[in-house]
């Protein structure tokens, strides 16, 4: 069983920035694909960035490429989604994601939730105009 818990999430103006962070229970995630998806009021679950931990590919959404950076830090089992530029339709809960997979696997999984079988309980983020 894995446990994800997010935090940083908040209350920001327009052009800020936030840094959430998804802390995982497992010692280890080698050979996983780990995410972060929004889903603001009234609308579907999105996949907003996805890391391969074997290897650090990455994907993001059209609409957060060049704002926000997803990482990882091995030593504290931590996954980091770095928020900048922040705008009021980025409004959402994150949610934090893992799935067993390889490389190749998690280029297929890329931003679909539903290739994606543990999640965390979520952390709101509010940007203001």
């Known amino acids: 069983q894995v446990q994800l818990v997010e935090s940083g999430g908040g209350s920001v103006q327009a052009g800020g920035s936030l840094r959430l962070s998804c802390a995982a229970s497992?010692?280890?995630?080698?050979?996983?694909?780990m995410g972060w998806f929004r889903q603001a009021p009234g609308k579907e679950r999105e996949g907003v960035a996805t890391?391969?931990?074997?290897?650090?590919?990455?994907y993001y959404a059209d609409s957060v490429k060049g704002r926000f950076t997803i990482s990882q830090d091995n030593t504290k089992n931590t996954l980091y989604l770095q928020m900048n530029s922040l705008k009021p339709e980025d409004t959402a809960m994150y949610y934090c994601?893992?799935?067993?997979?390889?490389?190749?696997?998690?280029?297929?999984?890329?931003?679909?939730?539903?290739?994606?079988?543990?999640w965390g309980q979520g952390t709101q983020v509010t940007v203001s105009s």
């Open positions: 890391i391969s931990t074997n290897g650090g590919r990455t």
């Open positions: 994601a893992a799935h067993p997979a390889g490389t190749v696997a998690c280029r297929a999984i890329s931003l679909d939730s539903r290739g994606f079988g543990y």
């Open positions: 497992r010692d280890s995630f080698s050979n996983y694909c």
